[in-house]
């Protein structure tokens, strides 16, 4: 009785994957990338709109504007953002790891699958460690960071 029912879930199960958790995924990653290049877009006018205002000249130096906007977009990686990239890290190599992982197991036994799987998803939770362990030991630290920012806006 329960090998029919698993009979009928697993290509079940495939198709769910495959059809709705791929296309969320690259879905989920082409939203942040525009996200990420809107706010990048804005910054970058929001800073060009201040250099015109300041500026009596009618001569505006380009070169020197897009170098200064390379420097702006280099200088932006704070602690709490290389803190935050071990969440994503864990939360993706977690994820990946134990879909991997269930597939390996119930779907097609394979185990390779099974120890690529178990391999990502200690990887993931390595992450999410250290991700948990930074944010205490670097709290004061990323405060500071953000009343510096707070200040300069």
């Not at 803190?83 to 890290?89: A, T």
């Not at 099974?114 to 178990?118: K, P």
């Given at each position: 009785m329960y090998a029919t029912i698993i009979d009928e879930l697993v290509p079940l199960f495939g198709m769910?994957?495959?059809f709705g958790g791929i296309p969320a995924i690259i879905l989920t990653g082409v939203i942040m990338y525009l996200k990420n290049r809107r706010h990048k877009v804005e910054e970058h006018s929001k800073l060009i709109s201040q250099m015109i205002e300041k500026s009596e000249s009618a001569n505006i130096d380009f070169k020197?504007?897009?170098?200064?906007?390379?420097?702006?977009?280099?200088?932006k990686k704070t602690t709490k953002m290389a803190?935050?990239?071990?969440?994503?890290?864990g939360a993706l190599c977690s994820l990946v790891g134990l879909f991997v992982l269930l597939y390996g197991l119930f779907i097609n036994p394979i185990n390779k699958a099974?120890?690529?799987?178990?391999l990502l998803l200690t990887i993931g939770v390595a992450f999410l460690v250290m991700f948990f362990v930074s944010k205490n030991y670097l709290k004061k630290e990323i405060e500071k960071e953000e009343k510096e920012l707070a200040e300069k806006a």
């Open positions: 769910l994957l495959l020197a504007m897009a170098e200064m906007l390379n420097e702006t977009d280099s200088k803190v935050l990239k071990h969440l994503e890290y099974v120890i690529i799987g178990g």
